[in-house]
């Protein structure tokens, strides 16, 4: 799913409510690299020598995520397929790109919150950039402040340009597919690691 304030809450509107159903685009995961000759010959060096090339080169990291950003702020109204959404007040790292220096493997931490609307859910997902757009492939994850999140980034590459986002809104959608959310602007905090591999 591309995420953006705007096609991010009508995308998510109309696939099935925000807190309900899965918002996200399924895609399969990305194929292996290719295992380059230099990397077989060091695999096979390395059996020659009674070592394991994977425990040997695959050492963890873990880097530490911490910054502040505010949510973006406006309404959507829909019914059945269509909807319109206006966004007036711009959000602050509500997509907040990390790069991996490795194979990602887990995206863990909270996202904390304080002076939201009653009724406000918030959100935090795990994406990645393709191009121009950013896809989100696994469920997002919601709760109260503090909201903790474990997301298994491994499907993704260590060339890849991760990012977490974090939303919020009030709204319903179910069972009907029709309604409205709000997007009230809060500032939160997140305290995560990333950690890699290799």
Known sequence: MLRSPLLLA?????????GGGSSQ????????????????????????????????????????VQYSGTTFGGACAFA???????FPQAGKETMH????????????????????????SFYAYACVHEGSAILCRGKAVTGPSPLA???DV????ATDTLALG????????????AGAFVFPQADFKVDARLTTSG
Do not use: M
Not at 154 to 157: D, I, L, P, R, V
């Open 25 to 64: 685009q399924i895609r399969a995961p990305p194929e292996p690299d290719p295992v380059s000759p230099a990397s077989a010959s060091s695999t096979g060096a390395a059996a020659a020598n009674g070592t394991d090339a994977a425990s040997s080169s695959a050492v963890a990291r873990s880097t530490p």
């Open 166 to 177: 974090v939303d919020n809104e009030i709204g319903a959608c179910c069972p009907l597919p």
């Open 154 to 157: 491994s499907a993704y590459n």
């Open 80 to 86: 059945v397929t269509t909807g319109q959404c206006q």
């Open 149 to 151: 999140f474990d997301f």
């Open 97 to 120: 790109d990390l790069k991996p220096g490795g194979k990602p493997q887990h995206l863990a931490g909270t996202v904390t919150w304080t002076s939201t609307a009653p009724g406000t």
């Open 10 to 18: 009508l995308g998510l509107v109309l696939s099935g409510c925000l």
